[in-house]
């Protein structure tokens, strides 16, 4: 597998995307190909998008001034983030545990880095349909058909610094079960999946970097995974919450929260 970091210009509200990873990889020398597969990170979706908020545009309630003391953060900010998530489970010093778009995520993805002073980036609205859109956007164009994964970072419990986590597919299966396969020894596997979209959007984190690298785009060939027509979000990566070890070890041991 090949992976190749693409550097962009900054992207603004209303870019064309698609017409920006087309230009950008032909002045790089970089040639999209049959089941090749794009990463593209989320923020410039949300970029592209206008997900953009001003804090000082924003009136936080008396919960969200109840957040922001309790975690030490702008009040402001807590009220995005009880707008955006989906569940708010607790939290840390400057992050709070919530559930967005069936993905547990700190803050609700909400992020204040690489953007202008007092503003926020929203995770994108609907990140399956980005995916597909980009897809079928670029065969349109260039008759090619590739896939499109959608990276933000992610964390891992009890692990430092962020991983990439996939928020959205379009052209392979981000997952491959198996459930009814053996081992080297011949015993049944039982419980495993490969979260084969996750591991790819690690090693395109990994180019993309978290500062002023500039590369939110990463073109991957030969990528070992199973090509196909599907779309899938946060909620077909998803399990209940009674299956994961994480979420089900502490709802049964301490009580389950909720905003």
């Avoid at 000082?56 to 008396?62: G, L, R, V, W």
């Avoid at 700190?106 to 995770?123: H, M, P, R, T």
Wanted: glycine share 8%.
């Amino acid at each position: 597998m090949k992976l190749y970091a693409v550097k962009t210009r900054l992207i603004k509200t209303g870019d064309d995307l698609v017409e920006i990873i087309l230009e950008t990889l032909n002045e790089q020398n970089l040639q999209l190909e049959e089941n090749d597969v794009l990463a593209i990170s989320s923020k410039i979706v949300s970029y592209a998008e206008g997900r953009l908020v001003k804090l000082s545009e924003i009136k936080p309630s008396e919960k969200a001034r109840e957040l922001a003391r309790k975690y030490s953060l702008k009040p402001e900010f807590a009220e995005l983030v009880l707008r955006e998530a989906e569940k708010i489970y607790g939290g840390v010093e400057k992050a709070i545990l919530t559930l967005k778009d069936c993905v547990l995520a700190a803050n609700a993805g909400i992020d204040n880095k690489n953007v202008l002073e007092d503003y926020v980036v929203l995770w994108p609205t609907n990140t399956k349909e980005w995916a597909r859109k980009i897809r079928e956007d670029i065969k349109h164009r260039i008759g090619k058909r590739v896939a499109v994964l959608i990276v933000d970072s992610g964390l891992v419990p009890l692990r430092i610094g962020t991983i990439g986590l996939a928020l959205a597919v379009a052209g392979f299966k981000p997952i491959r079960d198996h459930r009814r396969s053996v081992d080297l020894y011949g015993k049944p596997i039982m419980i495993t999946r490969h979260a084969v979209a996750d591991d790819l959007a690690a090693a395109a984190h990994l180019l993309m970097g978290e500062a002023t690298e500039k590369t939110p785009i990463v073109l991957i060939k030969d990528a070992p995974v199973d090509f196909d027509e599907g779309v899938c979000g946060g909620a077909d990566m998803m399990m209940p919450s009674k299956e994961c070890i994480f979420m089900g070890t502490f709802a049964s041991s301490n009580g389950s929260g909720g905003a």
